[in-house]
Each structure stands twice: as structure tokens, then as C-alpha cells.
T-cell receptor, first 112, second 109 residues
Framework: SAVISQKPSRDICQRGTSLTIQCQVD?????MFWYRQQPGQSLTLIAT?????????ESGFVIDKFPISRPNLTFSTLTVSNMSPEDSSIYLC?????????FGPGTRLTVT | QKEVEQDPGPLSVPEGAIVSLNCTYS??????FMWYRQYSRKGPELLMY????GNKEDGRFTAQVDKSSKYISLFIRDSQPSDSATYLC?????????FGKGTRLHILP
């Protein structure tokens, strides 16, 4: 299994600013992911964070808006850039060990 | 046809009842099946992980997979109010994972 922590747990930000979310895993993992979850909705994959190379983004998500770093096998960051109220959501970090996938507690972002 | 279908509920059952949660899927490439529990304002928690058709039991939880029918289930025995949460199925295969939309479950004391 993997234990995942995220910082911050929540934030309220003004439009036009950027927020960087940190994700720490308690063990080395091959795959790390970033998801977004609107209230009452399921999970939407933003991107796969690749160690040592550029992240792989899903349709509808771009690097300029959601830059991702993965400097090693236990840590990743997601930046939400030039925020608008539509970016208000829960952002979840995830890590996979084998075929099992684990999630962090999420970062609740509100953009005003 | 969506890759995975899951009834969003809400599903309300009395305490002590047996709960049945289900997902159907369309792509036979999915080979690994998971159930997550998500409490309000929390991240999803992995409950059960199965590979083969048949049943897997863990305490009050039983995961069932029928690959021939492309149908997976999660049974909760002796349901408790603390089981009230959203339950998401997840399927993996071909290097991708697909999540159901989740079923909201309410256990009534």
C-alpha cells in the first residue's frame, strides 16, 4: 500500500493567481497521477506525472494551465495557474503500486 | 455505450441490512477491479482489489466479479451507519484506469 499526503488541504485564492499543490508518498512509486473532483462528481484525470520527463495530459488539460513536476519517485507538484472560479474543485494526488491505486486526502480549492 | 456504468443512488438502507452495489462495464480488456469508499470531504480509500472472476471476502465486505457478464458487485453485510459514504468502482486494463461515478449510500440508524 501507499500513504499519500497533500499540502495544502484547502485554500481560497483570488482569480488570476496560481496555487501549487504538493504530494508526498511514503514509498517509491512508479506512477503518480493528478485528478480533479467536482462536488458530488466522480474523478477526472488531469495528467500522469512522469518521473524525469514531461507529464502526460488528458484531453482538455494543458501544461500551461496545470504544470506538473515530478523530481523523484515519491514527490510531485501540481500548479493551477491563472485561476478562475471554474477551477474551484478538489484536487487529488494518486499513486499506483502494481495495479492498486491510492489517493491522497485532496486539496479543496476555492477561487473567488 | 459508456465504459463503466454505476447507479449514482442515493441508496438508503436500514442498519444491519445487506447492501449490494454494482457496476457494469463494456470493455473486456479490463482485468483488475477495485472498490473505493469516499467519505465526504475525504480522498477515496481503496477497499477491495480483485483480479479473477468469483468472490473475495474481507470482513463484512465481499467483492464479486463476473467477467462473462462484465458485472462487478460489492456486498456489505451487517451495514453500519459508518458505512455511509460514496462507493466508486474502478477498472484497470491496457494501462488505463476508469472510475465509475460512484453510488451514494446512506445507512439509516
Amino acid at each position: 500500500s501507499a500513504v499519500i499526503s497533500q499540502k495544502p488541504s484547502r485554500d481560497i485564492c483570488q482569480r488570476g493567481t496560481s496555487l501549487t499543490i504538493q504530494c508526498q508518498v511514503d514509498s517509491q512509486v512508479t506512477m503518480m497521477f493528478w485528478y480533479r473532483q467536482q462536488p458530488g462528481q466522480s474523478l477526472t484525470l488531469i495528467a500522469t506525472a512522469n518521473q524525469g520527463s514531461e507529464a502526460t495530459y488528458e484531453s482538455g488539460f494543458v501544461i500551461d494551465k496545470f504544470p506538473i513536476s515530478r523530481p523523484n519517485l515519491t514527490f510531485s507538484t501540481l500548479t493551477v495557474s491563472n485561476m478562475s472560479p471554474e477551477d474551484s474543485s478538489i484536487y487529488l494526488c494518486s499513486a499506483a503500486t502494481g495495479h492498486e491505486q491510492y489517493f491522497g486526502p485532496g486539496t479543496r480549492l476555492t477561487v473567488t | 455505450q459508456k465504459e463503466v456504468e454505476q447507479d449514482p443512488g442515493p441508496l438508503s438502507v436500514p442498519e444491519g441490512a445487506i447492501v449490494s452495489l454494482n457496476c457494469t462495464y463494456s470493455n473486456s480488456a479490463f482485468q483488475y477491479f477495485m472498490w473505493y469508499r469516499q467519505y465526504s470531504r475525504k480522498g477515496p480509500e481503496l477497499l477491495m482489489y480483485t483480479y479473477s472472476s468469483g468472490n473475495k471476502e474481507d470482513g463484512r465486505f465481499t467483492a464479486q466479479v463476473d467477467k462473462s457478464s462484465k458485472y462487478i458487485s460489492l456486498f456489505i453485510r451487517d451495514s453500519q451507519p459508518s458505512d455511509s459514504a460514496t462507493y466508486l468502482c474502478a477498472l484497470t486494463g491496457d494501462d488505463k484506469i476508469i472510475f465509475g461515478k460512484g453510488t451514494r449510500l446512506h445507512i439509516l440508524p
